[in-house]
Structures are given as C-alpha cells and as structure tokens.
C-alpha cells in the first residue's frame, strides 16, 4: 500500500500548524543523536536527507553529526520555521544542536515523491513519523537509490508500546482524551487530513515495504524518555493546532470558538495553576541499511 487508502494528498494536510510545532509537539527523547552516532559510526564527514522535515525537529537535531543537511517538505511554512530555527541564536526557540546551523542546512520544498531533484547522494536518510503520508513504495525505492553504499535509513517515532503517567507529578495530566472529545465536537467523527479524511486511518507494512525497496533490517533501538514535562495552556493549544487532524484552517470560521472551549476545558482541568504535566516519550529508531543488491531480498522481513 502506498499512501492512506481512501484518501489523497493536497497541500493543506499541515497549513498553518508550523508556527504551533516546536512549541506544541514533544521533543525526541535526550540521547537520539549519540545513540546513532555510535549505531552508524557517524564522524560528521556524511549527508543527511530529512525526508517529511517540517520545521527541521530531527534534521537539526542530528546536524552537528553531518557536513550538510538537506531537508524536504512540501509545506512552505515548515521550511521557513525550520530556517528561521537553524539560524537561531541560543535562547532564541532553536532547539538542541539547532543554532547557528544555517551554513551547512538547505531546505528544499518538494513532496517526496519528487526525490531525487539532482541532490545528489546521501549517507543517511531520516523520516521523522513522516513516511505514512507518501506514496511509501516509490519513495522507498527512490530514497535507496540516493543512499551512498553503506548507507542507511532511519524511522524515527515516539515508542508506541510504552504507557505514560502523570502519576506522582506535580501538576494534573493532559486531559487528551477530553480534548480529543472537543476536537471531534467541531470537526466530525472521521480524523481529517487536509481536505480529506482518513477512514481507515495511516497504514502499515512498514517492514514488507522497505524489504521490497532494497533494504537490510530492521535493527531497533530505543532512547528512554520518562523526563517530566510542565505544560502551560499555551502548550496544550499549540499541540492541538499542530497536528493534521486538527490544523487550524479546519476549524474554518469556528476557530474562536473552538479555541473559547478549548480554554474553558483546560481551566477547569487545572484550575489552580492553569499546569499540567506529562512525561516525556521514549524514542525509537528503526534502522535500515542498504543493501548492496536488491537480489535476495525476499524473505528479509
């Protein structure tokens, strides 16, 4: 299966959620840069391909570990976020690793399935939760050819088999699921992604996928997380109007509205201090190496 069934890409799918992202979505776990510099004896000699960059999370992040860093997304807003925060000077929103970053960072507006765009070749190529909207067989297909030999390609999610508390923390938790109630209040049952919706919600097959294009795995890793968060209400807002399911033009001329709710439901959530906590994910990198042939690859899964 390539992308979502039932649904289609257009370019709405993440308007105007950039200026929410950094702020509203939870850093990958302390560590994810260390940890693959070991796994990929990475001396910063190499290149980087953020495929699905948004506003340069991952990319600049592991940028120290590269000599250039080259960052796809066919959101505009992304990719300006994500120069704005390369050339971010400390104390600034840059982000670990991130400031002072803009001389050996290009961001290229594209979607994936537009690769390679003459960018030449790489020796890691990253997807940060981004492969489920592409067309994941060509751009499977297609990145491992732009891979140098030797080279590798990384998932690199939030560990979705690990349960997190906010138990013996200092603020109430997160009320998601009451947010997720409201959300649906105004935008329908169905999780909306851009002008369309996702029935049967993203795909997977990750594995068969990636065994088909040509690539040796997967090898696992996780960086625990667990740290505690505090989240204020301008915190919870943006992470609402960060996600695809809930980017702000959705919400059409409702959005005060909603936004009127939202703050309601997350005074009376924490009256006293108006903060929440949450801990912080754990990290897990999927890594796929490539193959010096695509022969023999069946039964590699």
């Known amino acids: 299966?390539?992308?979502?069934?039932?649904?289609?890409?257009?370019?709405?799918?993440?308007?105007?959620?950039?200026?929410?992202?950094v702020r509203g979505r939870l850093p990958y776990a302390p560590g994810v840069a260390e940890l693959l510099a070991e796994v990929l004896a990475l001396d910063g000699?190499?290149?980087?391909?953020?495929?699905?960059?948004?506003?340069g999370t991952l990319a600049l992040d592991l940028a120290p570990l590269f000599i250039e860093v080259v960052g796809v997304d066919p959101d505009s807003g992304m990719l300006a976020e994500a120069a704005r925060r390369a050339g971010a000077g400390a104390g600034e929103g840059a982000?670990?690793?991130?400031?002072?970053?803009?001389?050996?960072?290009?961001?290229?507006r594209a979607r994936a399935e537009e690769l390679p765009l003459g960018l030449g070749t790489f020796t890691v190529a990253a997807f940060g939760q981004s492969f489920h909207w592409m067309d994941r067989e060509l751009?499977?297909?297609?990145?491992?050819?732009?891979?140098?030999p030797g080279g590798a390609l990384l998932?690199?999610?939030?560990?979705?088999?690990?349960?997190?508390?906010?138990?013996?923390?200092?603020?109430?938790?997160?009320?998601?699921?009451?947010?997720?109630?409201?959300?649906?209040?105004y935008l329908g049952p169905v999780r909306r992604a851009g002008r369309g919706v996702l029935p049967y919600g993203t795909p997977g097959g990750e594995h068969a996928v990636l065994g088909r294009a040509g690539f040796a795995g997967p090898e696992h890793h996780v960086v625990?997380?667990?740290?505690?968060?505090?989240?204020?209400?301008?915190?919870?807002?943006?992470?609402?109007?960060?996600m695809s399911s809930?980017?702000?033009?959705?919400?059409?001329?409702?959005?005060?509205?909603f936004e009127a709710d939202l703050d309601r439901l997350l005074r009376a959530a924490s009256p006293a201090s108006g903060l929440f906590s949450e801990r912080l994910p754990s990290t897990e990198i999927v890594v796929w190496r490539k193959r010096s042939t695509r022969a023999g690859r069946a039964g590699s899964d």
């Open 1 to 21: 299966m390539g992308v979502p069934e039932g649904w289609e890409w257009d370019d709405t799918l993440f308007l105007g959620a950039a200026p929410h992202y």
């Open 224 to 242: 625990p997380g667990g740290q505690a968060l505090e989240r204020g209400r301008g915190d919870i807002r943006a992470w609402v109007f960060s």
């Open 155 to 185: 998932h690199v999610a939030d560990l979705k088999t690990e349960t997190r508390t906010a138990a013996g923390l200092p603020h109430p938790p997160v009320p998601h699921a009451a947010v997720d109630e409201l959300i649906r209040r």
């Open 95 to 108: 982000g670990a690793g991130a400031a002072g970053m803009e001389a050996k960072t290009r961001w290229v």
């Open 246 to 257: 809930s980017a702000p033009h959705l919400f059409g001329d409702r959005r005060d509205e």
């Open 139 to 148: 751009v499977a297909a297609t990145v491992r050819d732009m891979l140098r």
């Open 45 to 55: 000699r190499g290149r980087l391909l953020d495929v699905g960059c948004g506003p």
